[in-house]
């Protein structure tokens, strides 16, 4: 496993607390009764939420049906794991 502060370094962001993080970098199938599952449900919401912020900003005057679609095409499984291959998080966890 590669360090946590590659990690960082490669999202050029520090996270205040590592436990967090770990936590977050632990599947289902490695670990049944301790693992991302809960931080994954937070995180997707989380997730929608900066995405259809940005989205109304960013597009002022589209309609609810387009920014919807839109969101979803970003927020969407495969989108999210080719950013993850992208940066490699396979390496991480």
Avoid at 48 to 69: C, D, H, Q, W
Wanted: zero cysteines; aromatic letters at 8%; charged letters at 25%.
């Amino acid at each position: 496993m590669i360090s946590i502060k590659k990690l960082q370094a490669k999202l050029r962001y520090k996270f205040k607390n590592i436990k967090l993080l770990e936590l977050a970098l632990i599947h289902k199938s490695s670990n049944n009764s301790l693992n991302n599952e809960r931080l994954e449900f937070l995180g997707d919401a989380i997730l929608n939420a900066v995405i259809s912020s940005y989205l109304f900003k960013k597009f002022p005057n589209e309609k609810e049906g387009l920014l919807t679609r839109m969101r979803s095409h970003i927020v969407k499984g495969e989108t999210l794991t080719n950013k993850a291959n992208e940066i490699g998080l396979i390496n991480f966890i």
